[in-house]
DNA sequence: CGCCTATTTGATCCTCATCAAAGAATGTGG
DNA sequence: CCACATTCTTTGATGAGGATCAAATAGGCG
């Protein structure tokens, strides 16, 4: 079961009562960083925190001062009405930070709550800080992740507001074998997914009762083999396609092979430009 | 009309052939910025260029190296599926950057488009990426603005995932009314909506007959006035409750009373901490 | 084994989409 | 200044996708 799994590499890490390393987190995979940055992520102490699933890491509309980096399990950003109703804006997955806001925001409108158990890394907003302001690299893969949400959060708004609960729960599948690292694979792809179908209704704006009748029918159609905790996507072509899916708002790629923009060359070429006359 | 007078204001500014400044935009309005930082923001060379109601500024998937800065006029930045249907993800106000993503970015999956005649500010990444690699605190406003798009994006997600036409559409003349400055005026408030009601449904995730409904409920319940070009508020409190509104996520407050954020002050308390010893 | 939670399926209802067409505003050219 | 085309708004009639209500089944866990 999927939440066995990821207990299980939680245990497999250091002592959960150890200081741990925002180097173990995304951070670390921005080609740009330079030694004294990558340090300076490992030096920065962080306080890992074991947490059980349904735990709230951050409650709605409270004030928050602390940032907290997803080491393990899967975690979610939602926002409630007054009368209940639940919206799931963003998934979490390991290595991801739960609330990058809270370097520049006091107050999150937004909830963080674990959707499985795990750990996390807990960071004093100041101590982030004051990392984002000594060194440009890393302030810089705040600004690249802030903004890699953004792109992700405007492809869910097509989404909820354009496609249908096949078509969304179609991409949403694509999405998360994307972000699990099952990158281009054309083959069968199997995952293990422990969101409840009542989740999937929440980030999708449907009812958990559709949901089901989304996955059969995605089922009966030959494109998915679903069980309980895990995904087996059978034609993942197809379901693409059915779920209008095209990777690339999701910049993987360019964080694979190391072709992403780094803020310093500009200044670079600049000075060189200094040196060369205009033009 | 009210693409009249978006084009009357444009008018009154300097010479269009003249190159303009970034200073005249939201990024100006950061408290923490330095003399030294608005001082570069001003001599940032930046072409400015007239545009057209429906021109493209940048569209769906191609790569770009310029980044626009909403002068004057709305622009949009929206999404379509291989069949046609269309979804706005974020509406651009005069002073706001069209693709901040550009910075970092390629590539974007989103297209940008003027919704009335305007005017923008173009600077190439290039520059805006020195500009951003020398100065903290102009890096720290990017990062600001993307991550209050975030919570915007993040608010939207509820809204057409979560919310009934009637509740969205209430939402979005809140958060409009917010943006353009009528910020907790409690009385009666008027202002231009240069959207049609197209517009209004490519954002909602509605058609737009169904807007259409939507308009006639809330008029009929008494909250709205609204005219071809403007919308009158008649009761901002109803209509906040009808659209589960609050206006802490757009962050106008923090800016106004200047009481955002600056990196730097953790910097400076951190230098503070190694003179007095550890806590 | 029994409790609890998650998944599955059925029946009915309602919100919103779709199709169609008439009316108001705006802009254009003569 | 008026006739006309165009675009936007408004209203009606019908249909479909998904919500809601209800209950049975299956799976995990103590």
Redesign the pocket.
């Known amino acids: 079961?999927a939440?066995?799994s990821v207990r299980t590499i939680a245990m497999l890490r250091a002592d959960p009562r150890l200081a741990n390393s925002l180097a173990d987190t995304r951070l670390a995979s921005f080609p740009f960083l330079t030694p004294e940055e990558r340090a300076a992520m490992r030096d920065c102490a962080a306080t890992r925190r074991p947490v059980r699933i349904g735990m709230e890491l951050v409650r709605e509309g409270d004030p928050v001062d602390t940032v907290y980096f997803l080491e393990d399990g899967w975690a979610c950003q939602y926002t409630t009405t007054r009368d209940g109703r639940r919206q799931i804006s963003a998934l979490l997955l390991p290595g991801d930070i739960c609330n990058l806001d809270a370097l520049l925001f006091r107050q999150l409108d937004v909830g963080v709550r674990m959707l499985t158990h795990g750990s996390v890394l807990a960071v004093p907003r100041e101590r982030v800080a004051t990392l984002a302001a000594n060194y440009p690299g890393i302030m810089q893969c705040f600004t690249w992740l802030g903004l890699s949400e953004n792109t992700i959060l405007s492809r869910r708004t097509l989404c909820l507001g354009r496609?249908?609960?096949?078509?969304?729960l179609a991409h949403l599948l694509c999405e998360l074998a994307v972000r699990l690292g099952h990158v281009a694979s054309e083959g069968p792809v199997t995952f293990a997914m422990p969101?409840?179908?009542?989740h999937i209704?929440d980030v999708l704006?449907?009812?958990?009762?559709?949901?089901?009748?989304?996955?059969?029918q995605l089922r009966t159609e030959g494109l998915l083999s679903?069980?309980?905790?895990t995904i087996g996507v059978c034609d993942i072509v197809a379901l693409r396609r059915a779920g209008e899916f095209q990777p690339g708002y999701l910049h993987v790629q360019e964080l694979r092979n190391g072709s992403t923009i780094d803020l310093r060359d500009a200044n670079r070429r600049e000075t060189l430009h200094m040196f060369e006359g205009p033009r």
């Not at 496609?163 to 969304?168: C, V």
């Not at 679903?226 to 905790?229: D, E, I, L, P």
């Open positions: 079961m939440n066995g496609l249908s609960a096949r078509e969304r969101l409840t179908q009542e209704a704006g449907l009812t958990p009762v559709h949901v089901n009748r989304s996955f059969r679903s069980t309980r905790g």
